[in-house]
């Protein structure tokens, strides 16, 4: 009974210490990640019409304005991403990107590596 109650404790005590998810949300990262995804999607619906841009994550620089992501996709049953570097020139602005060769992931060696 003793245990039960120590685990009810520190279940309560993790809901009260871990801060709400997306709570401190930074606006122009929110931006910058939902313009970056619908500038890709349209650009790849030309280039690979069955690719499907799935996410894409963000890391605000600290001082610059080089932004780097990594735009997660499906492509015939393969998942992977691609890393890219944007740049938001200010909020509401013009948005410059370059992906870099994507990257699979690779069940047998439960990692990613160069798709190919």
């Known amino acids: 009974m003793a245990a039960m ?19 401190k949300t930074d606006p122009r990262l929110a ?6 995804r619908t500038d890709m999607v349209k650009t790849f619906k030309k280039q690979a019409p069955k690719l499907k ?7 605000l620089p600290k001082d610059g304005v080089t932004s780097h ?8 049953g393969v998942k992977g991403y691609y890393p890219v570097t944007a740049k ?12 870099k060769s994507p990257q699979c992931w690779n069940p047998a060696k439960k990692k990613y590596a160069a798709c190919g």
Request: charged letters at 10%; hydrophobic letters at 55%.
């Open 5 to 23: 109650r120590w685990l009810a404790l520190c279940v309560l005590a993790a809901a009260v210490f871990v801060p709400v998810a997306g709570a």
């Open 31 to 36: 931006y910058l990640q939902k313009t970056l």
């Open 53 to 59: 841009i799935t996410t894409v994550k963000c890391v």
């Open 69 to 76: 992501c990594k735009a997660s996709f499906t492509d015939a």
């Open 88 to 99: 938001l020139h200010d909020l509401g602005g013009t948005l410059t990107w370059v992906a």
